[in-house]
C-alpha cells in the first residue's frame, strides 16, 4: 500500500499520471489529506469513481498509534510514545505556550550522531523515518489539539502553529525525507505551516546546511555548538571529528551570506564542562563574524550522563559575557523535565 502522507504534491501529480489520470485531482485530494484531515482514504470522495476505487485499493493514511501519553506537572507538557507500523517507536512532544502550540517532531527511530549527553545519542541508531512518519507526528498532534477542550496551560483548541524538528535523530543525517516532509508540511494547499514557523536543529552535518542554503529552504537553522574549540566538542558531540569547527563555521556563514538570516547556536550548559567564563569569551570570540543568536540549555538529567546542569548565577553570568561581544542570547524555558521531555531526553526501547 502506497503511504499517501509519503507523497510530496508533485509526488501525487506523478502517481495519478502514471495510472492515466489528471494531475488535476491531486489538488482535490491533497485538501482531503491536509485541511480535512481524514482518517481513511474511503473518506476521500468527490472524486471519479474509478479514481476513487484505485485509490482505496492501492493507498492508505496510516497514523502512528499512541502506546502511551505523559502528562507533566504543570500541565504545559505532553509526551507520546508512537508505534509505527513496522512495530518501532518513537517519541513526540506537544508544548502548550501563551496562545500557541509547538510539536517536537522526531525524523528517525534513534540516533547515530551519539552525543554523550543525550538519550536518543545514547540509544543508537535503528532507522531513518520516512516522509510520511515525520508528517503522521505532526498530523497526529493537530488532530489531537483539534478534539480536545480549550486550556489556557496546554495550547489546545487551536490549530499547531510551530513545528520544532528537534526529536529523535537528526534530520540532516535524513535529508530527504526531512525536506520531502517540510514541502508536505507548508505546501499552500494543505496546512500551509510558514516555514519561519519550523525549526530545525543539526549537531552539526556539514553538507546539509551547505545544502539548505543551496537549495534556499526557509526554515529556521540551529546548530548544536557545546564547544568552542574542538577538543572539548569532540568530547560532547562525536560528530565533531568528522567536521571540525573551522569547517563547521564556514560552513554557518557560507548559510547567512546566502539565506541572509541569523542562526541559533545551542549551547548545552554542563557544571565544570563548558559553563566557565573563559569558555564563554570563547563562544564570543567565535560568533561575532556570524549573525548569531545563542540559546542556552542547562542540562537535562539522562540515565546515561552524570553531568549536572549549570547552576542559576553561572548560567546568568555566561549570558552576560556573551552580551559583551554583541550576542543576544536566551536561557531556554525548560519543560517536560519531570517526563523525561526536555531537550537531549527522548529515548524509546526498540
Known amino acids: 500500500m502506497i503511504n499517501l502522507y509519503d507523497l510530496s504534491y508533485p509526488a501525487l501529480e506523478n502517481l495519478l499520471q502514471s495510472w492515466g489520470f489528471s494531475p488535476y485531482h491531486a489538488g ?11 482518517a481513511a482514504v474511503a473518506a476521500i470522495t468527490e472524486l471519479r469513481p ?24 504543570d500541565g504545559f507538557t505532553r509526551k507520546f510514545l508512537l508505534a509505527l507500523a513496522d512495530g518501532q517507536t518513537i517519541e513526540t512532544v506537544l508544548m502548550g505556550f501563551k496562545g500557541r502550540a509547538t ?57 499547531l502553529r510551530n513545528i520544532v524538528l528537534m526529536g529523535m535523530g537528526e534530520p540532516l543525517h535524513n535529508y530527504e525525507a526531512t525536506m520531502t516532509a517540510v514541502d508536505i508540511l507548508t505546501h ?13 536543529s543539526t549537531v552539526g552535518v556539514v553538507p546539509g546546511i551547505v545544502r539548505l542554503a543551496d537549495e534556499g529552504r526557509q526554515v529556521r537553522l540551529a546548530v548544536s555548538l557545546h564547544g568552542a574549540t574542538d577538543a572539548e566538542r569532540q568530547a560532547l558531540v562525536p ?26 547556536f ?13 569558555q564563554a569569551h570563547a563562544l564570543g570570540q567565535l560568533l561575532q563574524t556570524i549573525p548569531a543568536h545563542v540559546n542556552l540549555i542547562p542540562l537535562n538529567p539522562t540515565p ?9 548565577p553561572s548560567v546568568k553570568q555566561f549570558q552576560a559575557i556573551l552580551t559583551t561581544y554583541g550576542i543576544p542570547s536566551t536561557v531556554r524555558q525548560r519543560r517536560g523535565i519531570d517526563i523525561a521531555a526536555g531537550c537531549g531526553q527522548l529515548k524509546v526501547l526498540t
Not at 28 to 38: D, P, T
Open 304 to 312: 546515561g550522563y552524570e553531568g549536572l546542569p549549570t547552576a542559576r
Open 28 to 38: 482535490r485530494i491533497w485538501a482531503y489529506l491536509y485541511q480535512e484531515q481524514v
Open 188 to 200: 499552500p494547499k494543505g496546512m500551509a505551516i510558514a516555514p519561519r514557523h519550523i525549526t530545525l
Open 239 to 264: 560528530p565533531a571529528r568528522r567536521w571540525p569547527l573551522a569547517e563547521l563555521l564556514d560552513a554557518c556563514r557560507y548559510y547567512t551570506q546566502k539565506r541572509k538570516r541569523h542562526i541559533f
Open 103 to 159: 510539536a517536537c517532531v522526531s525524523t528517525q527511530v534513534g540516533c547515530a550522531m551519539g552525543c554523550v549527553f543525550c538519550a536518543t545519542g545514547q540509544m543508537g541508531f535503528t532507522r531513518h523515518l520516512t516522509a510520511g512518519e515525520i508528517v503522521g507526528q505532526v498530523l497526529f498532534i493537530d488532530r489531537l489539539l483539534q478534539a480536545t477542550n480549550p486550556s489556557a496551560n496546554s495550547g489546545q483548541g487551536q490549530r
Open 266 to 278: 545551542e549551547w548545552t550548559l554542563i557544571e565544570d564542562k563548558n559553563d566557565a567564563p573563559e
Open 50 to 73: 474509478d479514481l476513487r476505487e484505485r485509490l482505496v485499493a492501492e493507498t492508505a493514511v496510516p497514523l502512528p498509534h499512541p502506546h502511551l501519553d505523559t502528562h507533566s506537572s
